[in-house]
């Protein structure tokens, strides 16, 4: 599991000290606060581990990824410590602003619990982590769970999205949001059927109406299938496009957590998963982010005082802006016990009681 994580210069975030990271991490907090902007760190680190920072960067200048810009950052640096005491790997890298207005790795490192330090580069435009010989067990570790940190979207439903079209159906090894649900649930139907079943069990719990997938390969392209689903009570067969957006959300949802255990990613972020669900909807996606927990490290930024009643106050860190930078903060059981007794952490967001509540800094200052 990612243990502690420090971030100092990416957008929003000047300063991140070591922070402590647990198997459930709901990110709360005002539009602007920079909850996505964590976010947007891993969806980095994606690229990053894959060796395609530059394609990344091509995406957003650098001033967009430094904090307050070029003239204030000159670097952004990262620590992230897997593990505790003489198990404990740590990689840090560092991407220095350049020639050309250009981010590039200053430099990458991997620490290990006994104190053995591994210079993987000094200068590079891509991580040496992504295409170096692994010297040691902890840096095939590192890469391992890069590897496995997925950032998962499931908000496009527009007429153009993936989810809509044809997808190639043998590309159903691991679900890319909704680039490949169709493959992806193919495969599951065709390889484990059982867990299978319990996707369609669910997604009938959200949406009665919901019989079954109708997961053919088109007879014009049989490379290519379609996310078909037919409806109880009819014989016709219906198309992508006749879920509506909220629905399709919840399958997507509903498939990434109840995939094989095995399948999982080590580390899933998912930003703002609410959207467009039933108040019910969310309360059975929580019990199944509570359930793959266990086997899984979430990180979940989120607007819903719903879905964040749904977990302890340990699990929710409050996320603010302070003289233009973000500041985290986890709750505390302890320091909320007299109010919790009589409202919900959702409520207390909600009255502002907690940083990071709608009208909090108004509130303070009153």
């Known amino acids: 599991m990612l243990r502690t994580i420090k971030i100092d210069g990416f957008r929003s975030i000047k300063n991140l000290p070591e922070f402590e990271l647990r198997p459930i991490n709901i990110l709360i907090g005002a539009n602007g606060s920079g909850k996505s902007n964590l976010v947007s760190f891993f969806h980095m680190l994606n690229y990053i581990v894959q060796g395609r920072f530059s394609d990344y960067a091509a995406s957003w200048t650098a001033d967009a990824l430094l904090f307050g810009g070029s003239k204030i950052t000159r ?3 990262c620590s992230l410590a897997y593990g505790k005491g003489a198990k404990s790997c740590v990689y840090d890298f560092v991407l220095s602003f350049g020639l050309g ?67 190639y159906i043998e590309d159903n090894r ?12 193919y495969g599951m139907e065709i390889n484990h ?21 109708d997961l053919q390969t ?37 498939t ?47 607007q819903s005082p719903q879905l964040v009643n749904e977990f302890e ?29 009589d409202y919900t952490l959702g409520e207390l967001w909600q009255k502002n009681v907690l940083e990071g509540g709608p009208n909090y ?3 303070r200052h009153a």
């Open 75 to 77: 670097e952004i640096s």
């Open 101 to 167: 207005g250009k981010l590039f790795f200053r430099e990458e490192k991997i620490r290990e619990g006994g104190g053995k330090t591994q210079i993987l580069a000094k200068e590079g435009n891509e991580s040496a982590l992504a295409k170096a010989l692994l010297h040691s067990e902890c840096e095939q570790n590192i890469r391992d769970e890069l590897l496995s940190c997925c950032v998962y979207h499931f908000n496009d439903t527009s007429p153009t999205a993936s989810v809509m079209r044809p997808q």
């Open 174 to 185: 691991e679900l890319k949001n909704f680039d490949n649900l169709a493959a992806f649930l």
């Open 193 to 213: 059927r059982e867990d299978y079943l319990r996707i369609v069990k669910q997604i009938k719990q959200v949406a009665p109406f919901f019989e079954d997938f």
């Open 218 to 254: 088109q007879q014009t392209n049989p490379t290519n299938i379609l996310l078909n689903w037919k409806q109880t009570g009819s014989n016709l067969l219906f198309a992508p496009y006749q879920f509506s957006d909220g629905t399709l959300r919840a399958i997507g949802l509903i």
């Open 256 to 302: 990434l957590l109840m995939q094989p255990k095995a399948g999982l990613p080590r580390l899933i972020v998912l930003d703002e998963p609410e959207l467009g669900l039933h108040p019910f909807a969310i309360e059975l996606i929580s019990a199944m982010i509570r359930s793959v927990s266990k086997s899984t490290q979430v990180i979940i930024a989120t």
């Open 313 to 341: 106050p340990e699990d929710v860190i409050v996320v603010s802006r302070h003289e233009g930078a973000s500041v985290f903060k986890r709750l505390s059981r302890k320091e909320l016990d007299a109010w919790l007794k």
């Open 361 to 363: 800094q108004e509130t």
